[in-house]
């Protein structure tokens, strides 16, 4: 098949578009509200976009509590979600409103971040403390139409690793397992790792 992306038109019950970006990393957001709510959820559409200095982004649906809380307090986590934390990953992304606090709701232990405020996962074996840049508005192909999807920008700032998931100075995924999205209701897990040396 091949199909044109901005009628939509593939014919297929479902749309097959994310499985064909996958798997995608999640980043497992953490925040809180102006009022001072924490505030979890796990955003799929997310990745490492530079380094040194690091930015990362993540696309919001629509405008949503992770989206207002960075935009209100300029600071956000990216929690690494995982296989053994992949229950409290899909339990924090239920429609809450602003008031609830997904730590609470799903049990999960908060730890002070070191240069933001919004707490970590404690029991996540990463964590990326970063500070807003900026949010991307999207465009929809329609002249003078947006889309209701935003894409959010930060800095990274502070690094947190568990020192356990580190093997002669090396991060070892296989230990962290880290958790990721593909299409429909499908995810994957990295625990399998080959090397290839950059071609030159
Ligand atoms: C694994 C997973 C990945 C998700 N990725 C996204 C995403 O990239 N963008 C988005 O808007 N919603 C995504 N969602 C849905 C949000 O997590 C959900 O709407 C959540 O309630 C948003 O919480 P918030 O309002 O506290 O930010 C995802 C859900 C799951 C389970």
């Given at each position: 098949m091949h199909y044109d992306a901005l009628a939509g038109d593939h014919g297929l019950p479902f749309d097959p578009i994310n499985a064909l970006v996958s798997p995608r990393p999640i980043g497992w957001i953490s925040t809180l509200s102006a009022d001072g709510v924490p505030n979890l959820a796990p955003y799929s559409y997310f990745n490492l976009v530079a380094a040194k200095p690091g930015v990362v982004m993540f696309g919001s649906s629509s405008l949503k509590d992770s989206q207002r809380n960075v935009e209100q307090t300029g600071e956000f986590v990216c929690n690494l979600a995982t296989w053994d934390l992949r229950e409290a990953v899909n339990r924090s992304s239920v429609p809450a409103g602003p008031e609830v606090d997904e730590f609470a709701l799903t049990g999960l232990k908060t730890a002070p971040s070191r240069w933001v405020r919004?707490?970590?996962?404690?029991?996540a074996p990463a964590a990326l403390e970063c500070r807003y840049i900026e949010t991307v508005a999207l465009p929809t192909g329609a002249p003078g139409q947006l889309h209701k999807a935003s894409l959010i920008l930060g800095l990274v700032v502070g690094v947190y690793i568990n020192d356990a998931n580190l093997?002669?100075?090396?991060?070892?995924?296989?230990r962290m397992r880290p958790l990721a999205r593909l299409g429909y209701m499908d995810y994957?897990?990295?625990?399998d790792v080959?090397?290839?040396e950059r071609a030159v």
């Open positions: 919004p707490p970590r996962v404690a029991m093997v002669e100075g090396r991060v070892d995924v296989t994957s897990v990295t625990d080959f090397i290839m």
